[in-house]
């Protein structure tokens, strides 16, 4: 269904693309720093600013990409945090996401140093978190008020995937 490749530069024009307001912006990148209105310069920038994260997009079987993520191996090389999770809004729906998921788990874990994966998502993206539960990913905590859009504080859940309980998908 997909093929996972290195992010390049020519992408960011189509990713920055599937972010159609400010709400959608920070749901995606979280406190990155971005600003509304998004475009694919600020995403270019933003790769390019810190070469330990591994940035891929997932293509689909026209070559085109339909999703997005980064790994970035944290300081103690035994876990890896998975973020900028991102679908096509063209694809959504469609087992896209856990593809490029299974596959994201793949090449986080082909690294035998690497015991855990994490990552941080609002409790408002109730599909996101099904997904992410759907994969083995459990909460680890909560924190209540971490951004604030248009007056309204947003919790951050931020959960993790051990090795031992990651289960690749079979091809």
Not at 24 to 47: E, K, V
Not at 62 to 90: K, N, W, Y
Not at 95 to 122: D, H, K, T
Request: neutral net charge; proline residues 6%; contains cysteine.
């Amino acid at each position: 269904m997909i093929e996972l490749r290195a992010f390049e530069p020519a992408d960011a024009l189509r990713v920055a693309s599937w972010i159609d307001s400010l709400e959608a912006l920070i749901t995606w990148s979280g406190n990155t720093g971005f600003t509304w209105p998004f475009d694919a310069g600020q995403l270019s920038a933003f790769h390019a600013s810190d070469p330990s994260r591994r940035c891929h997009v997932a293509v689909g079987s026209d070559g085109a990409p339909v999703g997005h993520f980064l790994l970035r191996t944290e300081p103690s090389g035994r876990s890896v945090r998975l973020g900028m999770v991102l679908i096509s809004p063209a694809v959504r729906g469609r087992g896209y996401g856990e593809a490029m998921l299974e596959a994201a788990l793949g090449e986080a874990f082909a690294s035998p140093a690497i015991q855990r994966v994490n990552l941080g998502v609002y409790s408002h993206n109730a599909g996101a978190i099904r997904l992410y539960e759907r994969l083995g990913f459990r909460t680890e905590s909560v924190t209540p008020k971490v951004t604030s859009i248009a007056g309204e504080w947003w919790a951050s859940i931020t959960m993790s995937l051990p090795r031992d309980a990651w289960r690749p998908h079979a091809p």
